[in-house]
């Protein structure tokens, strides 16, 4: 990770192809007093005061293969003496997704190692569950993110939806935080909290989530991916109703919310604190 003055030498502005995997050399870290004095800043400045990153969009893979999610807070104190070219965190943080961590320890471990030498100063980390944010609204329903299940299929798979039709019709509400597809122009990741509602035949939770995750190599649109969801779960469990509703999060400053019913009436309108 070269400290460059020269932005044009990092990302920014270029076209770029995002990849999963962990690559350290993603960071480009530049001077923050060339930076100061390109604007005319003086040197000696008497203050203090930090950086505060959020990273909304972060999300690794545990030692069995499972998505996790959180938000990432990354403090930088302001006498750091770097800074790191935004864009260049975008690629950084996005290779964790697709990649294994045998414990969430060791997971900061490398973030903290990477990002103090790409800042040049001791950064503070911390991640927050998503489900326990205090801000926006709660979601109702199975927390999906907390079953005990193994994982290794990422590419779009239909077949992992089970229903069974051995019990009475019942209401089933779902939610998960660990949804990923990807952007069918430039494969970037799209990531969202998805919220499904079903009555009729019992939907299996577990080949639910598999199913979800599933998604995370799968190219297609918001509106769309919504959509091939709603109506995999309509064709293969015949449900009285349904209700699919995707909180896909900002990108460029804009988010897009598909949601789809079986019944007419007003959509909702929520915010969810990750959002």
Partial sequence: M??????????LGESTQYRDGYDATHLHPMARA???TAVGLPEAMMFIGEDQWTAYEFSWLDHRGKPQVAQLNITVPADSPNVIESKSMKLYLNGFSQTQFVSEVALQKVLSKD??????????????CVDQATDGTELAGLYLDQLDVDVDVYDYQPDFLTCSDNR????QRFYSHVFRSLC??????????????????????????RYLVSYRNHQAFHETTIERIYADIW???EPQRLKVYGRFLRRGGIDINPFRSSQVG????IRIARQ
């Fill in 2 to 11: 070269a400290t460059s003055s020269d932005i044009h030498a990092g990302p």
């Fill in 34 to 36: 060339e930076g100061r």
């Fill in 115 to 128: 990002l103090n030498a790409g800042f040049g100063a001791d950064i503070a980390l911390a991640l927050q």
């Fill in 168 to 171: 009475p019709p019942d209401v």
């Fill in 184 to 209: 069918p122009v430039t494969s970037q990741p799209d990531w969202a909290s998805l919220v499904i509602e079903c009555e009729g035949q019992a939907i299996d939770p577990v080949g639910l989530l």
């Fill in 235 to 237: 064709q293969r469990c």
């Fill in 266 to 269: 007003p959509a909702p309108r």
